[in-house]
């Protein structure tokens, strides 16, 4: 049985991840000040709203400027002044809400919706922590690491093993989310399955523990930080707003380590699909890189029903409406952020500026485009065999054929010879070579005698034709001498 509380009845699940929209309605004027009523709405329908009139905010949240207009100590309730103030304050509104990382903090959660943000979350998971360490001494508290995920509902805790004292272990506490419909039992069996999970790409779990409200959570700690922490240059251990908020060095990563990761990572996912678990939840503070190795974390997060970071942008896309599409859509933002240091300014995205590679520009135009948010977008498995990767993969195909084919040439030349040599050393090949040894020395000197015969034929024809041309010459001139007598006398 869990050591952790189980929730009140009737307990709400909230969806924080549900944009709150403010408008000022109207202005009343009390006494020396005047005070703004402020419209607050969850979502998109009206009736989901309510009334507040506290305005107290800094002007500057982790570095970023808040156009918060100023006041005034005298003509303050000049007519004028009021509804410049009112168009300020306005503006103000509109900054923090549509802001992707302030709108979802904790601070402007509970002053635009005070009556469902009003508990203490840190001492709520602190006596959860406290209650596990209590049932298991072997673990120790290292330090507390305040705000250092966006999610209000989830705190951090870095720990040790007092057993390996060296290695360092992040404890996690989230609330159950509004997505949780898994019963208890299913729950804790599926937490099992993904503890049991060996893969290079996914994070191991060491430990979990679900009740009916929360879960409990232990992994080891990447010292190297997210990816995101990676890209924004930034320390692992600091808030998630300081870390994010006002970034100063972040930087695109180069374009081997986007393949290399983005592979990697889809590999991660088609991992979890294969394995039957949703996802949901994939962004650069969810992948951490040990080694030149990726590997994804919180895959917890589907079944615990808790609501991704990206689910306003999804929401208004109707073809995003699967488990795989979410995980898709996930992993082109993500993709976007690793290429360019930041993540997209919204969707969908038709323009990429000084894309470093064709096909990481096919892959982002594939998923963010205009086309692909209307008519749909890849799956996993197609992403990992993309059109450049096809090639890649029918180039190394015909190389390893070639290979082959050229080894069985070789070994087939090998066996010949082998047996070529074989049969010239044994001893009836000896026996056959010596007969025919023997009838070529036979035929050669036979040869040899018809040469004789012939040139001792030839020369006698040759005497015999000599000695009658020298008897014809001879009797010639007997005749000339003959003829030249009678001619004197």
Excluded at 332 to 357: C, F, K, N, S, W
Aim: hydrophobic letters at 35%; glycine letters at 6%.
């Amino acid at each position: 049985m869990s050591f952790m509380e189980k929730p009140s009845p009737g307990r709400l699940l909230l969806d924080d991840t549900v944009p709150l929209t403010a408008v000022i309605e109207a202005s009343q004027n009390l006494q020396s000040h005047t005070e703004y009523i402020v419209r607050v709405q969850r979502g998109v329908s009206s009736e989901n709203s309510w009334q507040t009139n506290d305005m107290f905010l800094p002007r500057q949240v982790c570095g970023i400027g808040l156009p918060l207009p100023p006041k005034k100590l005298i003509g303050n309730m000049d007519r004028e002044f009021i509804a410049e103030r009112q168009r300020g304050l306005q503006a103000f509104l509109d900054s923090i809400t549509q802001h992707p990382l302030l709108s979802s903090s904790l601070t402007v959660k509970k002053f635009l919706d005070p009556n469902n943000y009003s508990a203490n979350y840190t001492e709520i998971a602190l006596q959860q922590v406290s209650m596990f360490f209590r049932s298991d001494l072997k673990w120790e508290v290292l330090e507390p690491l305040k705000d250092n995920g966006w999610r209000i509902r989830k705190k951090y805790v870095l720990i040790k093993n007092k057993e390996q004292p060296k290695e360092r272990y992040l404890l996690s506490w989230v609330d159950l989310g509004p997505d949780k419909f898994l019963s208890d039992k299913d729950l804790q069996s599926a937490m099992k399955l993904l503890t049991s999970l060996s893969t290079p790409y996914l994070c191991p779990l060491v430990f979990s523990s679900t009740s009916e409200s929360s879960a409990l959570l232990i992994r080891p700690f990447s010292e190297r930080g997210s990816l995101r922490d990676h890209i924004y240059k930034v320390k692992p251990t600091e808030s998630y707003l300081k870390k994010y908020c006002n970034p100063k060095k972040s930087q695109g990563l180069q374009l081997q380590h986007i393949k290399l990761y983005g592979r990697q990572i889809l590999e991660g996912l088609k991992l979890l699909h294969g394995s039957g678990v949703f996802f949901g939840h994939l962004h650069a503070s969810n992948v951490i890189v040990d080694d030149g190795v990726c590997r994804l974390i919180d895959v917890e997060n589907g079944v615990l029903g808790v609501p991704s970071v990206l689910r306003p942008a999804f929401a208004q896309l109707r073809k995003i409406n699967t488990t795989e599409s979410i995980d898709v859509f996930c992993f082109g933002h993500l993709l976007y952020e690793m290429t360019y240091g930041r993540p997209p300014d919204g969707i969908p995205v038709d323009q990429y500026p000084a894309v470093p590679d064709s096909a990481v520009a096919s892959v982002l135009q594939s998923i963010l485009s205009t086309e692909a948010c209307k008519n749909g977008m890849p799956t996993v498995s197609q992403l990992i065999q993309t059109p450049r990767l096809k090639e890649a993969l029918k180039a190394a195909k015909e190389s390893l054929e070639r290979r082959l084919q050229e080894e069985q040439r070789v070994i087939h030349q090998h066996r010949r010879l082998t047996r070529a040599r074989s049969h010239h050393g044994s001893e009836e090949e000896r026996k056959r070579r010596k007969v025919l040894a023997r009838k070529k020395s036979r035929q050669s000197a036979y040869e040899n005698e018809e040469d004789v015969s012939v040139r001792n034929n030839n020369n006698s024809g040759r005497s015999l034709l000599v000695n009658h041309h020298v008897k014809g010459r001879r009797e010639e001139l007997i005749d000339n001498v003959k003829g030249r007598s009678s001619l004197t006398t």
